[in-house]
Each structure stands twice: as C-alpha cells, then as structure tokens.
C-alpha cells in the first residue's frame, strides 16, 4: 500500500481490447477512451498560477487527472505544458524565483503543505523527461541507486525488482546479459526504456511523461509508446506530447494548452475523442486540425 | 567535378593566408615543446651523473655539495601530505556549495568567486608572509613542515577550487533533474552522481596544485625553513627540495652538481605523480561506468 494515498482497490481497469480496437497507426475516428471511465480524479488541481519572477507563465488551470488513465496535454510550445508537470512532483522546488499559487490535491495529499516530504512525493509521482537521463553507471546501478536511497538494500529484493521493472518495459530480454555494462552504452529508445524502467521500480503511482518520444527514431518511439499504452490502467500517466496523432492514439484525455497574453493557460480540457473530434472552443478546433499552432 | 578538386588542389600550394597560420602555429608548438624538451636534456644531462640510490636517501652534507637529499625529499613529502589534507576537504567543500548552493546571482557567492580570482593571482612570496604571520608567529607553529604545509593549501585552494567548480558544473543538469524526480536527496546525488562526474577535472586542478605547490621555494623559505636536517614530525622545521635547489644554486658555491640532480629528481617525480594519477582516474572511472 502506498504511503501517501488511499485505497488503490477502485484503480479503474483498462481492456487492452478497448486501445487495440483502432489501428494504431491509422487516424480514423478512435473509440478514445477505454471503459476505465468511472472517472474518478486522482490529482485535482485549482486555479493554478505559476510564476517565474514576476512574470506569469501559467494562469489559472483547472483540472482533474483521472486515475488510471492516460491523460495527454497538447498545445504549442511556450504554453506551460512542461512548467505543469513539474508542479505535480514539486521539481519546480528547483528552478529559482519559481512561485506556484493555487491549491493542488494529490489523492488525500495537499502538495503546497510545507510538511510534506518532497522525497516521498517524488517516489510516488515519477517524471520521464524528453532527453533520456540515464545515469553514467551500469544498467543495474541506474535501478538500483534509487531504491537503495528509498531504503530497499536486500539483494534478493533489488534483484527481484530491478527484473520486474526491466521486463515491464520490455527490456529484459535485451539487457539481462550485460547488466552491468553502461546504460550510456544503450540505444536512445533503449535508455528511455530504462529511465521508464528506473521510475516503475519505484512503484509510483502517478508518472509524468514530458514529450518521451520527441528525441527517439520513429521505430523506438513506437516501442516506447506501446509501452505507454500499456501503463492504462496501471498507472495514472500525464503526457505532454507535440506528436497529435500520438496523443490521440495513447489517450484517454486531452488537455489543450494555449498562449494567451504570454501566460500560459488550458484552453479546454475533456475525453480525448471529444477534444479531436468535436472540440468546443475554436481554437482547439484548428490546433488539432492543423489550423493554428 | 575532379578538374574543380585539382584546382583546388594546385591552389593550395601557393603560400596563402590559411598555410601561413598553419605554419605558425605548427612553429609556435614546435617552439614550445622544444623548449621543454631542451629543460629536461639539459637538467638530465647535467644532473644524471650524481643521481644514484644513495643520493636518494642519505642526508645532506657539507652545506648540500656532498652527500644526498634523503631528508629533503622526507620533508617535501610531509608539506604536500599536510597541504593537500587540509586543502582538498576545504576546495571540495567549497566547490559544492559554489556550484550546487549557490543561488545565481547571489552576491555573497559572487565575493567568494572574486576573492579566489585575487587569491590566484597573489604572488606566492605575501602568500609566503602572510604564512609566516599566522601560522608562524600568531599560531605559535614556528617555522615548521606544518606552518609550510597550510601556506601551500592557501596558495592551491583557489585553483583547487575552480577546477573542482568547473567539473562539478560541468556535469549535465539532467542528471541533477533526474536525480531529483527520482526522489534521491541532494547528497545521493552529489556523492553518487556529481563528484565522480566531476572527478577528471578535480585531479587535473590537483595535479596543478601539487605541481605548483611542489615547485614552490618562496612561500616555504618563510614558513616551513630550511633546516636541512631528518624531521622528526610535522612541527619540525623541514627543508623543501625548490628550497634546497634554490639555497644550492644561489648560496653555495660548488653546489651545482647536486642542484641539477635534486632539480632531475624533482621533474621526474612530478612525471610519476601526473602519469599515475591520469592512469588511476581512468582506471577508476571505468569501474564506475562513468565512461563507457
């Protein structure tokens, strides 16, 4: 059981049939959503406002993230995707003269308490960046270092999970001969595996993605996106994508950010198919028809 | 196409702009290393005669003409031990709080940074002054191996510093977002991550320290002496080997031989020091993967 929330037992189900129903590769109309949609949100986040110095770069976004499922935020660069993400894990902690105004709930958990411990925060809600970050270590110190840090020291148990998370991302089978080679030594789609591997060992509950894909050839980019797709379910996932027809393959629900005034705002927010199919808002309408942006 | 190339080609035997910088810096570097290269023949030439095992280890005699530099190279060997000890806890230290802690722009970080840039153009004899007035005289150390050891450390700091400031920064700030989103502390990530990333550029800047701190006879006439007797421990006064070529090139007559000897030992043990070093570093950093 996790330490931070509540029972995870009503974790909603994905059926891998719902995703795999449409082609992955074709843009047809998809039957977006799996029936994991007894939404139930896991992350809630008021009237959020994010300032760097003076200057505002993310006003007044309001949203749930529903547990379990996919959620993928578009939108054009600049429009704050990125800065949201590291709200929801407080990495913005780390970038100076970065304030964060508004209330944001994780579960039972108010992430601005001052008494909160980042360091479990940061277990439960993993973060996969743009550029694979492995460590300059070997395939095995990269899982193992932070486990260690978060108090699991027997072999057997390291053993144990560092297999398990290496086989969830489908890089058991590459790797497991030369576990102690460098991870520097791995392709780009491999070491992004790895890094997907290093926050699930963790057993996070919420990852975040910031555009994983974007860096990666197209074939490992497909890997590395079936892997997401498998995470539904299992994981709550947030990604930010500039890839639409990757966003509209993989998930459940979009968010559309947009520049307005030079601060950063969420323009409409919903099912993914209603997004792609009939946004409300005419700005959305033509970002997702290649209108604008 | 191949008659484009040919032309090219006869064009470039011609003497323009790009042959002639070619030749000069070819020039300087020949210049440069033959300079060296013309040091080392002429300090070997003159100096091989007299190094033997005995130079090694036997004391000096007769004011340093005879005998051998033993005590010497004891004494040098303790004012390193000394300087290092106490200056690579304190470089280290302040290079994590300069690259990691301080917020930019901050101007007490800005002080520090200005006060090394001074620091590290101050001529090693007010190093060697103000060594004597604190450590000698207001601490009470005397003239001894200890007083000349932490004049040295305060002479090497800044460009201990800077190196290890240099290395840490250099070290890709992924590794630090990374680090943190997997929830690993700030001190994981420095011992685990940073300072090994750092590790080449911290020896480069040690190996520039021992060089500079091994070559040093001003700051250590004042503070360490030149007694060139066997110390018996660090609050000995002990004399270093620049300060034994300097005493016997410059105050003793007939002391050229051993000067010249002492001079080749010191070169080759500064060699040694750099080659081991680069090679333990590499060897090092392979283990841990830092390289692949």
Redesign the interface.
């Known amino acids: 059981m996790s330490p931070l929330f509540g029972d995870e037992s009503k974790a909603p189900v994905a059926t891998e049939a719902a995703v795999d129903s449409a082609d992955p590769y074709t843009l047809g109309p998809l039957q977006a959503g799996p029936p994991c949609c007894d939404p139930e949100p896991l992350i809630r986040v008021e009237d959020l406002s994010l300032y760097y110095g003076p200057k505002p770069a993310l006003e007044d976004v309001t949203l749930d993230i529903y547990r379990g499922c996919i959620t993928a935020l578009i939108g054009p660069s600049g429009c704050g995707k990125t800065s949201f993400l590291s709200v929801l894990?407080r990495?913005t902690d780390?970038i100076?003269g970065c304030r964060v105004s508004g209330r944001i709930r994780l579960g039972t958990l108010d992430l601005h308490d001052p008494n909160l411990d980042?360091?479990?925060?940061?277990?439960e809600v993993?973060?996969i960046?743009q550029?694979p970050?492995p460590?300059?270590?070997?395939i095995r110190?990269n899982l193992e270092?932070?486990l260690r840090?978060?108090g699991v020291t027997k072999r057997s148990e390291l053993d144990g999970v560092l297999e398990q998370a290496l086989r969830d991302v489908g890089l058991w089978d590459e790797v497991k001969e030369r576990l102690?080679?460098?991870?520097?030594?791995l392709s780009g789609g491999q070491q992004q595996r790895l890094?997907i591997a290093?926050?699930l060992a963790?057993k996070p509950r919420v990852l975040l993605m910031d555009e994983p894909c974007s860096a990666l050839d197209p074939i490992s980019s497909g890997v590395v996106e079936d892997l997401i797709r498998s995470l539904c379910g299992r994981y709550t996932v947030v990604i930010v994508t500039h890839n639409l027809a990757q966003a509209r393959r993989i998930a459940n629900y979009a968010g559309f950010f947009w520049v307005r005034e030079r601060a950063g705002c969420l323009i409409e927010f919903g099912r993914c198919h209603q997004i792609f199919e009939s946004p409300t808002h005419a700005l959305t309408a033509a970002y997702v028809s290649g209108g604008r942006g | 196409m191949p008659e484009a190339f040919a032309r090219h080609r006869n064009f470039s035997f011609g003497l323009n702009a790009d042959r002639l910088a070619a030749l000069s810096v070819w020039l300087t570097a020949t210049a440069i290393s033959g300079l060296f290269l013309w040091l080392l023949a002429d300090i070997a030439w003159r100096g091989i005669a007299r190094l033997s095992w005995p130079f090694l280890t036997e004391p000096p005699t007769d004011a340093g003409r005879t005998g051998g530099i033993g005590s010497i190279l004891v004494s040098t060997g303790l004012i390193l031990l000394v300087a290092l000890a106490s200056a690579v806890p304190v470089g280290v230290g302040t290079a994590v709080w300069l690259s990691e802690f301080v917020?930019?722009g901050s101007a007490f970080g800005r002080f520090v940074r200005r006060s090394l840039t001074v620091l590290a153009g101050v001529p090693s004899i007010v190093f060697g002054l103000f060594g004597n007035a604190l450590f000698c005289v207001y601490l009470g150390m005397g003239f001894s191996i200890l007083s000349g050891g932490l004049t040295l450390a305060c002479m090497v700091l800044p460009i201990l510093i800077s190196t290890c400031e240099a290395g840490l920064r250099s070290a890709?700030d992924?590794?630090?977002?990374?680090?943190?989103?997997?929830?690993?502390?700030r001190t994981?990530a420095l011992i685990?991550?940073l300072l090994?990333?750092a590790t080449p550029a911290f020896v480069a800047g040690l190996m520039l320290g021992i060089g500079r701190a091994v070559a040093e006879t001003a700051a250590l006439i004042f503070t360490s002496g030149y007694v060139d007797r066997m110390p018996t421990s660090v609050f000995d006064s002990g004399r270093a080997l620049s300060v034994h070529i300097y005493d016997l090139s410059m105050n003793v007559a007939g002391g050229d031989p051993n000067a010249h000897a002492a001079a080749l030992v010191l070169i080759a043990g500064l060699t040694i020091v750099n080659t081991a070093a680069a090679g333990l570093t590499n060897r090092w950093l392979r283990r841990?993967?830092?390289?692949?």
């Open positions: 894990n990495l780390l100076p980042v360091q479990t925060l940061r277990r993993g973060m960046f550029k970050a460590f300059p270590l070997s110190r270092l932070p840090e978060h102690d080679a460098s991870a520097l030594a890094c290093r926050a963790l | 917020r930019p890709p992924e590794y630090r977002l990374a680090a943190a989103a997997l929830g690993l502390s994981a685990h991550l090994p990333a841990r993967i830092i390289t692949p």
